[in-house]
């Protein structure tokens, strides 16, 4: 099927987009890579009369180092576990394309969790045209940028006929397929804090192909205390913030707080067992009340396949936030994991 009749724009600036946008209302629809969009379109699960193109749009694009810097009106309390400044940052422009985030060398050494999650996010043509605004102005519940964006405690910059808002990831998705975007307000770009010190990073997930969304996923940031951690390694150090954000298991993406809780103030030396792993898993998955039942199976299978996933990546994160070093499991171990219940 081809999509229903639409009038193309191709503003210029993000002030015309916008201006644009509030003029056509309804009608109107924003196109970044287009990824997401197209096939409702085409499907005509969806139709616009409008649709406003965002791809000469400039100042949209771009991965920047912005040591010190912070998005206006907002404090500089992290929303995650154990709390943290913005310190270092990251900018990255909404246009951005996920093929670009995967090439970029500022984002690996800055930003590991995002850069990791890059090449789980379906195949490298989808990556190529797919924009991180699109992914998270999209909200859907099983991709791993907006898990990501909870879990590095994202703040995502907008602009409206209104003027400019900072919103910090954990206020950004609202419900399913939602957010908390005005219908005139475009998405212009994300601030990534960037951990000093000890840290480790790893996202895990399960799909039943390769380029799948993935059944359940989870991405997980740890940070130790650098002053507590002193020596060679960081077996001594404790955890000064823990953040796990799941995805596939929710109507949004989520924070699993109660597992974060466990771990915050603890010795990371001791956390590196597969017992202490699995507790996590289990940890994770007790408090989430709405996993969906689909055709992959029901509620219970995909906590189950949940608690795998954030067994083997806390595994790879604690790993290597403890010894430096970064493990690496495979489908097949998680698949063990999820065997094992
Ligand atoms: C076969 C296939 C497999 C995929 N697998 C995965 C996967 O495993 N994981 C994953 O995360 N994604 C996956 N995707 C989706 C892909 O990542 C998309 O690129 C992404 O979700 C949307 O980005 P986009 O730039 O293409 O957005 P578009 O499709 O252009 O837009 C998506 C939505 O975001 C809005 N939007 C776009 N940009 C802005 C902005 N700057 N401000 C405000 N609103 C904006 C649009 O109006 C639209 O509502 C897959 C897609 C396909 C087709």
Same mark, same amino acid.
């Given at each position: 099927m081809k999509p229903a009749?639409?009038?193309?724009?191709?503003?210029?600036?993000?002030?015309?987009a916008v201006q644009l946008l509030a003029e056509l209302a309804d009608g109107a629809k924003l196109i970044a890579g287009g990824q997401s969009l197209v096939p409702l379109l085409a499907l005509r699960l969806a139709s616009f009369e409008h649709l406003i193109d965002l791809r000469k749009v400039s100042g949209l694009r771009g991965i920047e180092d912005r040591?010190?810097?912070?998005?206006?009106?907002?404090?500089?309390?992290g929303a995650g576990s154990g709390g943290?400044?913005?310190g270092e940052s990251v900018w990255i422009g909404s246009g951005t394309t996920e093929a670009a985030i995967g090439r970029s060398p500022l984002a690996a050494s800055k930003v590991p969790l995002l850069a990791r999650a890059t090449p789980l996010i379906g195949h490298f043509q989808i990556r190529n045209r797919?924009?991180?605004?699109g992914s998270l102005a999209h909200a859907d519940a099983a991709a791993e940028y907006p898990a990501v964006a909870l879990a590095l405690d994202a703040v995502i910059e907008t602009l409206s006929p209104r003027g400019r808002r900072a919103i910090p990831a954990g206020e950004f998705f609202t419900g399913i397929w939602s957010t908390a975007l005005e219908p005139d307000e475009l998405l212009t770009g994300v601030t990534f804090r960037s951990p000093g010190g000890r840290a480790g990073f790893a996202v895990e997930e399960f799909a039943r192909r390769p380029g799948d969304?993935?059944?359940?996923?989870?991405?997980?940031?740890?940070?130790?205390?650098?002053a507590a951690g002193g020596g060679a390694d960081g077996r001594d150090a404790r955890v000064r913030r823990c953040a796990i954000g799941?995805?596939?298991?929710?109507?949004?993406?989520?924070?699993?707080?109660?597992?974060?809780a466990v771990v915050v103030g603890g010795a990371a030396?001791?956390?590196?067992?597969? *017992?202490?792993?699995?507790?996590? $898993?289990? &940890?994770?998955?007790?408090?989430l009340d709405s996993v969906p039942s689909d055709l992959h199976g029901p509620a219970s299978y995909r906590k189950r396949v949940g608690a795998a996933v954030v067994t083997a990546?806390?595994?790879? *994160?604690?790993?290597?936030?403890? $010894?430096? &070093?970064?493990?690496?499991?495979?489908?097949?171990t998680i698949d063990e994991e999820a065997a094992r219940g």
């Open positions: 009749p639409f009038e193309y724009h191709a503003p210029a600036s993000a002030e015309e040591a010190g810097s912070l998005p206006d009106s907002v404090g500089s309390e943290g400044g913005f797919g924009t991180i605004g969304f993935a059944v359940a996923g989870a991405a997980v940031a740890i940070e130790l205390d650098a799941l995805f596939g298991l929710g109507p949004t993406p989520l924070r699993a707080s109660a597992a974060e030396g001791e956390m590196g067992t597969d *017992a202490f792993a699995r507790g996590i $898993g289990q &940890a994770a998955m007790a408090d990546a806390w595994r790879r *994160a604690i790993n290597e936030a403890v $010894g430096g &070093a970064v493990g690496y499991l495979h489908s097949e």
